[in-house]
């Protein structure tokens, strides 16, 4: 009898070990995956290009141009992800977007003030960005 009481012990110790080291092991294999789901492309000197997926982070008014032959598709996330814009740009179509104070993207409501921007490309054509 006191055989079997240390198997059952030792399978209770065994599943506490592999449970901890699953925690433990996969939020690791994020980490290590590439690219964080967050990940942004860099503006530099003002501009980036977003191929179809990526994004883009701007601070300021910035404006958005369809650099393909198709139409284009863009997502904007304006703030803390409360307001989107989803618009459609026509071939070599540039589109702005206004941060200033009380323009139509930079107010949410009353005393609530948007100041950055999530560029997101979820169409099939190449944008440009152009962070002023």
């Avoid at 000197?45 to 141009?65: H, Q, R, T």
């Avoid at 198709?70 to 703030?79: F, L, R, T």
């Amino acid at each position: 009898m006191r055989i079997k009481e240390n198997s059952m012990t030792t399978n209770k110790d065994l599943i506490l070990i592999v449970s901890v080291l699953a925690m433990l092991l996969v939020p690791a294999s994020f980490v290590f995956a590439g690219d964080e789901p967050w990940f942004t492309n860099p503006i530099k000197n003002n501009e980036a290009i977003l191929s179809p997926g990526d994004n883009a982070y701007c601070n300021k008014s910035f404006m958005v141009e369809n650099m393909g032959k198709e139409n284009a598709e863009v997502q904007v996330i304006m703030g803390n992800g409360d307001t989107y814009h989803d618009n459609v740009l026509s071939p070599n179509e540039k589109l702005g977007y206004s941060l200033t104070p009380g323009g139509p993207f930079a107010t949410v409501g009353e005393g609530v003030q948007i100041d950055d921007a999530r560029i997101v490309n979820i169409g099939n054509e190449n944008l440009k960005v152009h962070c002023k």
